[in-house]
């Protein structure tokens, strides 16, 4: 039987990401996304907001186009799937931790802060290639419009400018 590890969030950014560099050369880029919830509490009958933080993983070009395109606050989504670990504090600790390795991101919102207009939609879908294929930069998802058919990017090399949405 096949077993299915898949996370979606849509949320907010808490933080601009943080970029490193592994010594193989794989981009990694770490950000926090904040979802929201809402509930009517049973006694006072008063609406509280439970807002939930996830650490987000990125890597390869993901990982740079992260860097480059979400900010604090801007909404993403993102797809990926979970991943648990175990640290030892400085007390000497263990601590476990949950990260969501992401194979999808798509910029939701306005283009704010891109040089467009605030009334333009949508933003750029990009997604990983599976960890089982050649690397090689990942395609961009692109959106047709609806009464086109959808139509896939061979990658980032046939792209006009440098804003890859």
Request: proline fraction near 6%; include cysteine.
């Amino acid at each position: 039987m096949a077993s299915v590890n898949k996370v979606i969030l849509v949320g907010n950014c808490g933080r601009d990401p943080e970029i490193r560099y592994l010594p193989s050369g794989q981009a990694v880029a770490n950000v926090s996304v904040a979802t929201s919830s809402c509930r009517k509490d049973k006694n006072s009958g008063e609406m509280i907001e439970d807002t939930q933080w996830h650490r987000v993983t990125f890597y390869d070009r993901l990982a740079e186009i992260a860097g480059e395109y979400v900010k604090k606050g801007r909404p993403i989504y993102v797809e990926g799937r979970l991943k648990y670990g175990k640290y030892t504090d400085q007390a000497g600790v263990e601590k476990n931790t949950v990260d969501i390795v992401a194979t999808e991101l798509q910029l939701l919102g306005g283009r704010e802060g891109m040089g467009g207009n605030e009334e333009g939609g949508g933003g750029g879908g990009y997604s990983r290639a599976p960890a089982a294929a050649p690397r090689a930069p990942a395609p961009a998802a692109r959106q047709a419009p609806a009464a086109a058919p959808a139509r896939q990017s061979s990658g980032f090399d046939d792209m006009d400018d440098d804003i890859p949405f």
